[in-house]
């Protein structure tokens, strides 16, 4: 299996008491989206109901509809849901999905591998000294960025948990050739660039959510693994699982990318998500857990 080694010494043997589906899903964008991602095309009256999921600095920030609340939940009863996102973790911690606790969630783009809300720390150690022996350091990375970054186009830069870097742009200024510039740059120091929405991110080819993944499977005994995503960054986790599904919207939509096991959806926007939790949960229903 790709990505960091899948066995540890401490972690827990796998339960005989979980369910044997995994679902490892990717949240911005996927299963959750903020007001200027909605992509509301309907008349309003026809508009579906919104749940919040997300306030920061007291203002709402993400939503699903309330039908893919429900089949979230749904979804909770009967596989091992683990949000896998990119967020650090206080930017995972803000949002409040609806459904039993996870009892595992991936953030940072794999750094961090949360045990009942905790940071693994075995796992952590695990992926930064892979980073260190494998990839230019984050500082030369970062100083890069700020050097060739114009600030009349960038708005923020940020460090993640120490792992990767990131720009919030201005989407309309920003150069076109700038970010395949970097693109370039980065591979070949061992690095990816992905442009989501208002941010670019830079970040170690070794930092996958695809290896924590394997990780949770392995500690779960899972016999199945599901998964969703919508940028590059999800696109080792999709190829990882046995099926993924894309939105229609995003960078792999906008890419063409497709994969064998991966079903690109035509739904984009907050339909998108409700689309995929419904595919999420037929997978599960299909699954025979008897051995082979």
Request: proline share 6%; charged share 25%.
């Amino acid at each position: 299996m790709p990505g960091v080694s899948n066995t540890s010494a401490s972690a827990s043997a796998p339960s005989t008491a979980s369910p044997k589906v995994l679902v490892a899903s990717d949240l911005d964008r996927t299963l959750i989206y903020s007001a200027a991602a909605l992509s509301l095309t309907m008349a309003d009256a026809q508009a579906p109901r919104l749940l919040c999921v997300e306030v920061h600095e007291s203002r709402p920030l993400s939503y699903m509809t309330e039908t893919a609340a429900a089949l979230l939940a749904e979804l909770g009863e009967v596989a091992d849901f683990v949000p896998t996102t990119t967020r650090t973790r206080k930017q995972y911690q803000r949002i409040s999905l609806p459904g039993p606790a996870p009892k595992y969630a991936i953030c940072a783009n794999g750094g961090h591998l949360l045990v009942d809300g905790i940071s693994d720390p075995d796992w952590y150690a695990r992926v930064t000294a892979r980073l260190a022996s494998e990839c230019a350091s984050l500082t030369e990375v970062r100083e890069h960025m700020e050097a060739t970054a114009d600030p009349a186009w960038v708005r923020k830069h940020r460090v993640a948990e120490d792992l990767f870097a990131y720009l919030v742009v201005e989407r309309e200024l920003l150069p076109e050739d700038w970010v395949k510039e970097l693109a370039v740059w980065a591979e070949n120091r061992g690095w990816t660039v992905s442009l989501q929405g208002r941010k670019i991110y830079a970040v170690p080819k070794p930092l996958t959510k695809s290896a924590a993944m394997y990780e949770v499977a392995r500690r779960t005994g899972a016999s199945l693994t599901l998964a969703a995503g919508d940028s590059l960054l999800d696109a080792d986790l999709l190829l990882a699982a046995d099926r993924g599904w894309r939105p229609g919207h995003g960078e792999l939509a906008e890419a063409g990318w497709m994969a064998p096991t991966v079903t690109a959806l035509a739904e984009f926007g907050v339909a998108a998500g409700e689309r995929i939790l419904r595919e999420l949960l037929g997978g599960c229903e299909h699954h025979d857990p008897r051995p082979v």
